[in-house]
């Protein structure tokens, strides 16, 4: 898991050392690299980040194949030490265009039957969810897959479809379709091990999480 590339002030060779971490999407766009990059600005780290859902992240961690993981699991997996991170919230949005062409007479069960939604991927079922406390099928619904966050909220901001936007991406560009925010709670795991490193990088993760984060 180490390489070589940084000289010091004596021109030795300092060893860079290779963490891989999971993280899911929405996390990576709004505020999880910021901490990454003031941890590589004061270590020789090379950051290996592993995306996918916050409900699969910690299976990565539990394989061995990452070292710590964002995840929405509270419980640690194979004696990983477990710290709260905070909730990120989603909010069901669209455009004025959008909600005059498909809400024109209210959110209502029957528009939403008919309404194009925004997926992210065949994984993650936030919007199925959201449809489902509606009263409403999601699999009867027209969608769009796009399995990338900042490629998903522009397809919301350009009226692909309405979808659930996580807090630090709505603007008010969009409109809120109504009701209680999606609430997804976020921890961090990993490896109970003795690493400088590895906690330096969770200390930063968990006060940026913290700042921009709603409180568990």
């Given at each position: 898991?180490?390489?070589?590339?940084?000289?010091d002030?004596?021109?030795?060779?300092?060893?860079?050392?290779?963490?891989?971490?999971?993280?899911?999407?929405?996390?990576?766009?709004?505020?999880?690299?910021?901490?990454?990059?003031?941890?590589?600005?004061?270590?020789?780290?090379?950051?290996?980040?592993?995306?996918?859902?916050q409900?699969?992240?910690a299976?990565?961690?539990?394989?061995?194949?990452?070292?710590?993981?964002?995840?929405?699991?509270?419980?640690?997996?194979?004696?990983?030490?477990?710290?709260?991170?905070?909730?990120?919230?989603?909010?069901?949005?669209?455009?004025?265009?959008?909600?005059a062409?498909?809400?024109?007479?209210?959110?209502?069960?029957d528009?939403?039957?008919s309404?194009?939604f925004?997926?992210?991927?065949?994984?993650?079922?936030?919007?199925?969810?959201?449809l489902?406390?509606k009263?409403?099928?999601?699999?009867?619904?027209?969608?769009?897959?796009?399995p990338?966050?900042?490629?998903?909220?522009?397809?919301?901001?350009?009226?692909?479809?309405?979808?659930?936007?996580?807090?630090?991406?709505?603007?008010?560009?969009?409109?809120?379709?109504?009701?209680?925010?999606?609430?997804?709670?976020?921890?961090w795991?990993?490896?109970?091990?003795?690493?400088?490193?590895?906690?330096?990088?969770?200390?930063?993760?968990?006060?940026?999480?913290r700042?921009?984060?709603?409180?568990?």
């Amino acid at each position: 898991m180490a390489g070589f590339g940084l000289a010091d002030a004596e021109g030795e060779q300092v060893p860079r050392i290779r963490v891989p971490l999971a993280v899911n999407a929405d996390s990576m766009a709004t505020w999880f690299l910021a901490p990454i990059a003031r941890v590589a600005q004061r270590h020789p780290v090379d950051v290996d980040l592993h995306r996918d859902d916050q409900d699969y992240t910690a299976r990565l961690l539990e394989s061995g194949e990452v070292m710590a993981a964002v995840t929405s699991e509270s419980d640690p997996v194979g004696g990983s030490a477990v710290t709260p991170l905070g909730v990120l919230e989603y909010r069901p949005m669209a455009t004025p265009d959008y909600i005059a062409r498909w809400f024109g007479g209210g959110v209502s069960t029957d528009a939403l039957r008919s309404a194009p939604f925004v997926d992210f991927d065949r994984r993650d079922s936030l919007q199925q969810d959201w449809l489902r406390a509606k009263g409403v099928d999601p699999w009867q619904v027209p969608r769009h897959y796009v399995p990338a966050s900042h490629d998903f909220s522009q397809a919301v901001r350009l009226g692909l479809g309405w979808g659930l936007i996580p807090s630090p991406q709505a603007g008010a560009d969009l409109i809120d379709l109504g009701g209680p925010p999606t609430r997804v709670p976020l921890y961090w795991q990993q490896w109970n091990l003795s690493s400088p490193l590895l906690d330096a990088l969770a200390a930063e993760i968990v006060a940026e999480a913290r700042r921009v984060l709603s409180p568990l």
